[in-house]
């Protein structure tokens, strides 16, 4: 249970959407209004006591040779052979956060929302699967690519607030 929203352009016909999976949106382009809505929810979210989002990496490796010296690489995150981008509660600007979920794969893309534990700024740079298990558990929202790469579905857990929209579920 809980809350669907959908990432649109102003001008958008609601009940004349296409396939969220390959239909083209006119009117919205991924990395003009998309990303940057995206990483106002991620800041407002992170502005909650203890909000923490997850961002999936499905091509990186966490031992590629590039991450070394890559810009975002204090916020990589692993899990067993997978690699996330982390971001956690009050850090950053807008273009800094960009800038991290920008490092997710943009094909496909997902997002996860949950809320620690334990309130460290630090990221974990190794998810076990205790940890994994307490982020399922904690989980507020998930943010996955939609209209063919061009926006984002995001759905909220029943009961939280969704960023960005003043409303609760």
């Known amino acids: 249970m809980g809350k669907l929203f959908v990432g649109l352009p102003?001008?958008?016909?609601p009940g004349r959407l296409p396939d969220l999976v390959t239909g083209h949106l006119p009117g919205l382009r991924?990395?003009?209004?998309?990303?940057?809505t995206l990483a106002k929810i991620v800041q407002a979210f992170l502005g909650n006591s203890g909000g923490i989002v997850l961002i999936q990496d499905t091509q990186a490796l966490v031992d590629d040779p590039w991450l070394q010296d890559y810009?975002?690489?204090?916020?990589?995150?692993?899990y067993k052979?997978?690699?996330?981008?982390?971001l956690k509660t009050?850090?950053?600007?807008?273009?800094?956060?960009r800038g991290v979920v920008s490092s997710g794969s943009s094909y496909p893309f997902a997002a996860f929302f949950y809320v620690a534990q334990t309130h460290s700024t630090e990221?974990?740079?190794q998810l076990d699967d205790s940890?994994?298990?307490?982020?399922?558990?904690?989980?507020?929202?998930?943010a996955v690519g939609a209209f063919d790469g061009e926006?984002?579905?995001l759905w909220w857990k029943q009961g939280t607030v969704p960023a960005l929209t003043g409303e609760s579920s």
């Not at 102003?10 to 016909?13: G, V």
């Not at 991924?30 to 940057?36: C, D, I, M, T």
């Not at 052979?81 to 982390?86: I, N, P, V």
Request: proline share 4%; no cysteine.
């Open 30 to 36: 991924y990395g003009v209004p998309a990303e940057r």
């Open 71 to 78: 810009e975002h690489r204090n916020h990589i995150v692993s």
């Open 10 to 13: 102003e001008n958008a016909d």
């Open 151 to 153: 926006s984002f579905l």
């Open 81 to 86: 052979e997978e690699l996330y981008w982390q």
């Open 123 to 125: 990221p974990e740079a």
């Open 90 to 97: 009050g850090e950053f600007s807008e273009d800094k956060i």
């Open 131 to 142: 940890a994994f298990n307490k982020i399922v558990e904690t989980l507020a929202g998930v």
